[in-house]
């Protein structure tokens, strides 16, 4: 099976832009910037609750702490939240309004207390990512985006390793992606 698409920068401001001109945009940035800027699996942002993003006073957190049973390997882990990331998601939690802390963080259009299965958030991201032009992109790119952009930044492979909750550095490696340039920079260094 092929990887999903890595994205760059200006090919996530397309996949934006696209939801902009959509019913619930503010939503779908929130749950798409999740994915792109934290790494969040596609499940793991179908089953955020209203608790697990905002403090009692409404603001989000910088920490997002997920549970065994939220993630794929059952292993709870800590989400960091970047001062971007918190922005888009206090907008649409302001937009949103929470009725209960126990409800999704992200309702479907069938009821607030009614979330997204992870198969649907996994159809509406590939639509999005359609509706931009973009071959080849999935619910999985945002996470593999996220990971290779900042192993280009230098981030060392045990800190991606944790901040994508792996228990084995080589199923993070796996993620990265290299270009022929930056292999062809990288030779360079050499001499």
């Known amino acids: 099976m092929a990887q999903a698409k890595t994205l760059t920068k200006d090919e996530l401001s397309r996949v934006l832009d696209y939801i902009n001109t959509r019913r619930f945009a503010q939503r779908n940035r929130a749950m798409m910037l999740l994915t792109h800027l934290a790494g969040l699996r596609i499940g793991e942002v179908a089953c955020l609750r209203w608790s697990d993003v905002t403090n009692h006073d409404g603001t989000v957190k910088e920490e997002i702490r997920l549970l065994p049973d939220m993630t794929k390997g059952r292993h709870a882990r800590t989400v960091f939240v970047n001062i971007r990331l918190r922005e888009e998601l206090q907008a649409y939690a302001a937009q ?84 022929p340039s930056q292999l062809k920079a990288a030779v360079e260094l050499v001499g």
């Open 96 to 179: 949103a309004k929470c009725i209960d802390r126990s409800y999704p963080f992200f309702a479907s259009q069938k009821s607030i207390k009614t979330g997204f299965s992870a198969n649907s958030l996994a159809q509406t991201f590939t639509l999005f990512y359609e509706g931009a032009g973009l071959e080849g992109a999935s619910s999985h790119s945002g996470r593999r985006t996220f990971l290779t952009s900042l192993a280009n930044k230098g981030t060392a492979i045990h800190i991606l390793k944790t901040l994508a909750g792996h228990r084995s550095i080589s199923t993070t490696a796996a993620y990265l992606y290299s270009s």
